[in-house]
């Protein structure tokens, strides 16, 4: 059984500039092998994020990051700019995530999970879940046209796989190596791995890439849930 991408346009919305690689940069590569446009729209600065030496204006230095990571996997970078720590689901934030949604025309969206264990990455997940409805719709933000229709939602695996029950598995093990190479592009971040609020990160995302590719028979995996709601589930 094989999903293809071929033709669609995947716009992954995370809340921090390393977060698509932990979570689904797999997934991306594979889009644009098959044939798709794809692009990360990181909502925060990475602002906070500072290792025991301050980097002066980190968020900056993440932005550069975050541009050479989305270079290796041939994606579009689109942010939104809100402090680490203060992205909510306010009316300004939905209208930023509806003009990138109607400038970029997603036709499959993939999204913090609801319940992810951090404030920002779950209000990331809510602001995707409304912009995939309010940016369909033509008597919201009229100056900007529309999309023709819902985009799907999946919403993406936990960080350490923690209360998540996969719908499905994506089979990356041809882009594992990429992963780790956009991951690498984080250098701010990886020098926090010895940090008491951090964690290793490329010890992480081996881990979690490498159970769920277990679970699924693979080497390499990333897992998803369908948000099952209408207009946002798509058959493939």
Known sequence: MRLSFSEERVLAVVAHP???????????????QDGATVAVCVMCKGDKGQPATPIPDLAA??????AAAAKLLGAELLTGDFADGELADTTEARRKVISIYRGFRPTLVLAHAPADYHPDHRAASALAEAATWFAASGGYMPEHPPLQ???????????????????????????????HQMLNCHKSQLARWQDRDFSPLEEVMKAQYSTRGAQAGVAAAEAFQIHSAWKRARAW
Do not use: H, Y
Not at 18 to 32: F, P, Q, V
Not at 61 to 66: G, K, P
Not at 163 to 168: D, Q
């Open 18 to 32: 390393d977060d698509a690689e932990l979570l689904c940069a797999g997934t991306l590569a594979r889009a644009r």
């Open 61 to 66: 230095v993440r932005r550069v990051e975050a």
């Open 149 to 179: 229709s819902q985009p799907a939602l999946w919403w993406m695996d936990t960080i350490n796989m923690s209360g998540f029950e996969p719908s499905f598995f994506v089979n990356v093990s041809q882009f594992a190596d990429l992963k």
